[in-house]
């Protein structure tokens, strides 16, 4: 298996969405927020080095398997889509919320 060498980005819904949460966890404690995004840096690397091993995103499933996920300290769900040329971080939710809830979310 070779390395991934996509370019990497990150949708405005996936920074807004990080952000809220940051801001959340800083409320109780600004140590445990920088400890939050040093690692999940970490962990979008690990992403970013072989994307496609990781599960199809059933409620957004397609011929194509473009959109996958994986999840980061039990309770967040980072949503990604895997093409040839691009690994693009399309959300970070709340990983334990209503399935129809997901499904919503691709139409916007």
């Known amino acids: 298996?070779?390395?991934s060498?996509?370019?990497v980005i990150f949708s405005r819904f996936f920074r807004i969405t990080l952000l809220?949460?940051?801001h959340y966890i800083a409320e109780e404690s600004s140590q445990n927020a920088e400890k939050f995004s040093v690692d999940l840096q970490t962990f979008l690397e690990e992403i970013g080095k072989y994307p496609d091993i990781y599960k199809e995103f059933n409620p957004w499933a397609s011929k194509s398997?473009?959109?996958r996920y994986r999840?980061?300290?039990k309770n967040y769900l980072v949503i990604f889509k895997v093409t040839k040329l691009k690994l693009l971080f399309v959300r970070i939710e709340y990983a334990k919320r209503n399935p129809d809830y997901y499904k919503s979310l691709?139409?916007?």
Request: charged share 50%; no cysteine; net charge positive.
């Open 1 to 3: 298996m070779e390395k």
């Open 5 to 7: 060498n996509r370019e």
């Open 20 to 22: 809220s949460i940051l």
């Open 65 to 67: 398997k473009l959109y």
């Open 71 to 73: 999840i980061f300290k």
């Open 106 to 108: 691709k139409k916007k």
